[in-house]
């Protein structure tokens, strides 16, 4: 399948896609592709991974020989930082990783503001943990979730990520919540922006047919599925539209764009 006339800006996922799992090793021809494609169209690493701070994920990338500069990094924690102060949404409740608090530095832990954040898929976390943001909520607070991502791949199984647990307040409380990353219009606009190009001239490429690809593809970009990580057999048809083209890694990606 040929690539479409004119790509301007390459988003990457990272786990999965360019890793063997969170901060693990780079799955084979990854970064000879991304340098080649470097050459020709700019690129972003665009990760919907919500358990390490992006000052820790910048370096182990830049080390792996994936990343170019800090800035190429995209985390749904920058989303938040951006957008939820412009809305006077910098304080409630939080859910966090310990490892991951610095990135909410600029964010008031306070049961009665006007946000509930999720930023954790929460595998620590029991129903009586949830409640007080369930009834803020239910108060009128606004949902913010990094993401919602239904499964990812840890170690050699499946995992919940974080989707469930915006899922169980979105249903006790009816409030729905509004994603920060992948595959949100704030985050891939911003990019646009920033790029200086439009939605139609960017393509996503991940492992997750859901929502690295098809979410993609219904916001007007292209939408690239590889056979790594969490990919399963049945993903290539199973959400709709369906993905731009499927690929085996990677690592076939400048051939896709007409790239020597």
């Known amino acids: ?8 800006l390459v988003c990457l996922d990272i786990d999965g896609t360019l890793t063997d799992g969170v901060m693990g090793p780079v799955l084979p021809g990854v970064v000879e ?3 080649t494609i470097r050459t020709r169209i700019p690129v972003r690493l665009v990760t919907n991974t919500t358990s390490v701070p992006h000052r820790v994920l910048a370096e182990r990338l830049t080390g792996q020989g994936l990343l170019d500069q800090p800035e190429s ?3 749904p924690a920058m989303v938040a930082r951006r957008v939820l102060p412009t809305r006077g949404h910098a304080r409630g409740i939080l859910f966090v990783e310990p490892g991951a608090r610095e990135d909410f530095a600029w964010f008031t832990e306070d049961p009665a503001g006007p946000s509930v954040v999720l930023a954790t ?3 620590d976390l029991g129903i009586a943990d949830l409640q007080a943001a369930f009834r803020r909520l239910l108060e009128g607070a606004s ?3 990094l993401q919602r991502n239904r ?8 995992v919940t990520d974080l989707g469930p647990i915006a899922a169980f307040l979105t249903y006790a409380s009816g409030r729905e919540a509004e994603t920060l990353g992948k595959p949100s219009p704030l985050l891939f606009d911003a990019l646009a922006q920033e790029s200086g190009v439009e939605r139609g001239e960017i393509v996503m490429v991940g492992d997750d047919a859901e929502f690295d690809v098809s979410a993609s593809i219904s916001l007007g970009m292209a939408g690239i599925l590889v056979r790594t990580g969490k990919y399963r057999a049945e993903d ?3 959400f709709t539209p369906r993905p731009t083209a499927v ?7 400048p051939t896709w764009l007409g790239i020597e």
């Open 247 to 253: 690929l085996d890694s990677v690592a076939d990606l």
């Open 73 to 75: 990094l995209v985390t």
């Open 236 to 238: 290539d048809a199973r």
């Open 33 to 35: 592709a991304i340098r």
């Open 121 to 123: 898929e929460g595998h």
């Open 1 to 8: 399948m040929g690539a479409p006339p004119k790509i301007l």
């Open 143 to 145: 949902l913010y979730a």
């Open 151 to 158: 499964y990812f791949k840890k170690g050699v199984e499946l």
